[in-house]
């Protein structure tokens, strides 16, 4: 998902886990299969918006046969309505993130995923000069690999959020580009769904970035995202990062030991210095080695000084122009990392605002699940189907209902 996508429709941090980074008691934006909600329902208000959107659409050049063919099944999805006023607004920790976005599950996948496709995925590193790793940890968070490419009609989303939505104007923008998409033949009606904000395929492109950024890759006469086949959407992500400046041989960043007392003053993303500059004022790789020169960089703290720090480099940018959030950049570097054979991170992570660790909330949920509240997973990130299995544990035991984690949660479970 691009960074203005993200920006606009998702607000960055509302929803990330997203691309679709599901996991053990956390959900995905991209849907497996139907939503309630998602069926059309008749909608006077928005039959009249659609009148008078096609007239604007045959302005703007669209012909009145792809008009027409795009509206034939198209309707209002309440569904899209009240996910679109119920985002919720929160920021996961890079800890937390990390442990979806860069699960054993996750990494075991990709590693197939490129074997798997390692002949097309090396055409598309020729052309484009972004490392298969890279192109496959995009995919990896876009969409599981393809699994969760959403089913909602892109058409009906974009239409009902234009007509009903709080960022009108945008919308329509990606309604008519969708349009533009359809009447160009690259895919029809049935063909393109995606997310309940209007992003589609394997690389969750929103319409305005599909027109500019898409490719056809297999030389079919169609840039085809949709298809169970993923090579032209898996090109189309190179191509966007190549033109957002990546570097082939590079890395966005690497992982660093700060010394102790250092300035925290002067970390952050535009506050680069030569890494001559860094190592002079004591910090050093992960492994306590000499930092590697790839130009100027700047140091990240996500979660503070008391957890893991990264020099980032001009990578970082690339990855920041198709989605701005720090997780997400990270999320994407650290597992193409992963997919390389890398490690994980070094670095500890500082407990939670309970006093928990990582570790502590994996215990609890393991727990939970064996005392009859399945958490649906063990990532050690606290979810909806977490707190739910919280909430049940504790109607049961004739505690206060919170749905919160706690130590002492989890010594009266046992641990």
């Known amino acids: 998902m691009q960074m203005n996508r ?33 069926s059309p329902v008749p909608n006077a208000g928005f039959d009249a918006w659609v009148t008078s959107y ?11 046969s792809t008009i027409d063919t795009a509206f034939r099944s198209a309707g209002f999805l309440p569904g899209v309505v009240e996910r679109d006023r119920n985002q919720t607004e929160f920021t996961r920790t890079l800890e937390d993130y990390l442990a979806i976005a860069a699960s054993p599950d996750r990494i075991a996948k990709g590693r197939a995923a490129l074997a798997r496709h390692r002949g097309t995925l090396a055409a598309i590193e020729a052309r484009y000069g972004v490392e298969a790793e890279v192109v496959t940890a995009v995919w990896g968070l876009e969409s599981q690999y393809g699994e969760r490419r959403g089913t909602v009609p892109v058409i009906s989303a974009l239409a009902t959020l234009a007509y009903d939505g709080r960022r009108g104007a945008f919308f329509e923008q990606q309604l008519t580009a969708a349009l533009r998409i359809l009447q160009n033949g690259d895919t029809t009606p049935a063909n393109m769904t995606g997310s309940w904000a209007g992003a589609m395929g394997h690389t969750q492109f929103i319409p305005t970035s599909y ?17 169970d086949d993923p090579t032209d959407a898996l090109a189309s992500a190179a191509a966007y990062l190549s033109r957002s400046g990546w570097r082939k041989g590079q890395p966005w960043g690497v992982e660093v030991r700060l010394p102790s007392g250092f300035n925290t ?5 535009g ?27 700047s140091i990240l703290i996500p979660q503070g000084a008391g957890g893991p720090a990264f020099l980032i480099f001009n990578n970082f940018n690339a990855i920041a122009r198709y989605n701005n959030a720090v997780n997400y950049v990270i999320g994407v570097g650290h597992l193409s990392d992963r997919l390389r054979g890398g490690g994980p991170i070094r670095g500890n992570f500082p ?10 909330r994996q215990d609890l949920q393991r727990r939970l699940t064996a005392a009859g509240f399945d958490t649906e997973g063990s990532d050690g990130v606290i979810g909806a189907k977490t707190r739910a299995a919280i909430e049940g544990f504790q109607r049961a035991r004739g505690l206060p209902v919170t749905g919160e984690p706690s130590r002492s949660l989890l010594q009266t479970l046992g641990g």
């Open 271 to 297: 506050k680069g210095r030569n890494p001559a500059d860094w190592s002079a004022m004591g910090v050093t790789t992960a492994d306590g080695g000499r930092l590697p020169n790839h130009g100027a960089g």
């Open 211 to 227: 027109l500019e950024f898409a490719v056809d890759f297999t030389g079919d006469g169609r840039r085809d995202i949709w298809a």
């Open 6 to 38: 993200r920006a606009v429709v998702l607000g960055l941090g509302a929803l990330w886990l997203s691309g679709c980074v599901g996991g053990g008691g956390t959900g995905s934006v991209v849907s497996r299969g139907p939503d309630p909600g998602m």
């Open 54 to 64: 096609k007239s604007r659409a045959a302005s703007r050049g669209l012909s009145q």
């Open 351 to 360: 407990p939670d605002a309970t006093g928990m660790t990582i570790a502590d």
């Open 265 to 269: 003053a002067v970390t952050g993303r």
